[in-house]
């Protein structure tokens, strides 16, 4: 029972280790991905420094740079809780190796006396005359073959723990070391932010100069974002009635020719026609989940959908999302409720589907163009688009391109807009997309 028990919490250290190991890897993997972002964005703010003058693309940039660079330092900040973890599991070892070491030199320091004490061949024959009988004087004779044996084991044991201990030691220094590295890259790392929330005040205040512009280009965007929320949700609300209306269709075709099937077979046997049968539960009252979900294809979409959550890929193939979902509010002071992302990325970058799917919608919206693609009870909606190459009830399939993004003239920028609606409900894209 014991040598399971041990089995077993052998096998739970192992299991922590990897968990911890993989945690590591994915935050170093996430925290390089971070600095390859916000390379590119300095990079551009770097280029709107050489107009001279600021702008809205430079706002926007500095945006963007301090959202990545708040989510380095908590990624750095999620390193130095492991790393603290690990530094104490690392103490713990050392600690018990240590009193290890010295136990066993303890009882090597009882051997080695016990030894000396009797060394002497007339000590270990009187040892073995002493015996009651020829079974104990065998029994002691084997005893003091296998002392020697084991004193030596004991010294191989004392030498290997010495090792493993040196090891340890090693490695808690090493974590030590990266522990520190990370404390100087986190200070630097707030340091730049501090910064960079400076360079948006002042370019705030800078636009302030021409306030008028500014207003308008924000109306004009509040504008653009309101008319391409109402066109998805009236091109949802669409295909859910449509798909309501197909599904009653379904159910008055399934209940006439029950009824004929039955009446036939009555008339068969010479039986009374049966009575009509209860009539299906009412489309109108279902929700819209099993009324986009009627047929077995569109289930299947549905769970395949499902189940590549957080594996989708990006809607252009190298970009960075400079607006998150959710309520936020402009420097300028303008609240604003996005019901998806914006993500940038490069002029004439191709716009592709995250999944296979079906075309619901193909629009103009103040100068650009939508596209909405159905995946059972999902949407996907795909605006700013200067150009498209899909039409509606066109079959997509996952990747497949279905336009290019547009680029603002008055500010420069080129940001792809994507949203994601379960039914009418719009979710949070960036969970859905596979890391970047």
């Known amino acids: 029972m014991k040598f399971i028990k041990a089995v077993f919490f052998l096998l739970l250290v192992l299991a922590a280790v990897n968990v911890h190991a993989q945690s590591s890897d994915e935050l170093k993997r996430r925290k390089a991905q971070l600095n390859k972002e916000l390379e590119q964005l300095n990079q551009d703010y770097q280029e709107t420094l050489n107009n001279k003058k600021a702008s809205l693309k430079q706002l926007s940039i500095l945006k963007a740079q301090i959202n990545l660079r708040q989510e380095k330092i908590e990624n750095i900040n999620s390193e130095v809780r492991l790393l603290d973890n690990q530094i104490s599991e690392s103490n713990n070892n050392v600690r018990s190796l240590q009193s290890q070491l010295d136990q066993l030199k303890k009882e090597y320091a009882a051997m080695i006396l016990f030894a000396y004490r009797n060394q002497s061949a007339y000590n270990k024959m009187m040892f073995l005359f002493a015996s009651k009988d020829f079974n104990q004087a065998y029994k002691r004779l084997k005893y003091l073959q296998q002392f020697g044996t084991y004193r030596e084991r004991q010294a191989s044991y004392i030498q290997g723990t010495q090792k493993e201990l040196h090891i340890k030691i090693n490695e808690l220094d090493r974590t030590k070391d ?74 008055r075709r399934r209940a006439e ?162 949203e994601i609606y379960k039914g009418t409900t719009p979710v949070n894209p960036k969970i859905w997309l596979a890391p970047n």
């Open 178 to 251: 990266e522990k520190n590295d990370l404390l100087k890259d986190q200070q630097k790392e707030k340091e730049t932010l501090g910064n960079e929330r400076n360079n948006q005040v002042k370019v705030v205040s800078d636009l302030s100069q021409h306030e008028g512009i500014l207003k308008k280009q924000q109306k004009d965007l509040q504008a653009k974002i309101v008319k391409t929320t109402r066109a998805i949700n009236e091109a949802i609300r669409r295909e859910i009635e449509e798909a309501r209306r197909r599904a009653e269709e379904e159910e």
């Open 257 to 418: 020719e029950a009824a004929r099937l039955a009446a036939a077979r009555a008339k068969a046997e010479n039986k009374p026609a049966p009575a009509a049968p209860a009539p299906a539960k009412p489309v109108a009252t279902r929700s819209n989940s099993s009324v986009l979900n009627a047929t077995p294809e569109a289930a299947k979409l549905s769970n395949d959908f499902l189940g590549n959550r957080g594996g989708l890929p990006w809607p252009v193939s190298n970009g960075i999302i400079t607006q998150g979902f959710g309520t936020y509010t402009t420097p300028e002071g303008i609240r604003s409720e996005s019901t998806g992302v914006d993500i940038r990325t490069n002029q004439g970058s191709t716009v592709r589907a995250v999944f296979d799917g079906t075309v619901v919608k193909v629009g103009d919206v103040s100068g650009t163009y939508l596209v909405i693609i159905l995946h059972g009870e999902y949407f996907t909606a795909y605006s700013n688009l200067r150009s498209v190459t899909v039409a509606r009830g066109q079959k997509v399939t996952t990747k497949q391109a279905i336009g290019t993004v547009a680029t603002d003239p008055s500010t420069g920028e080129t940001e792809a807009h994507f």
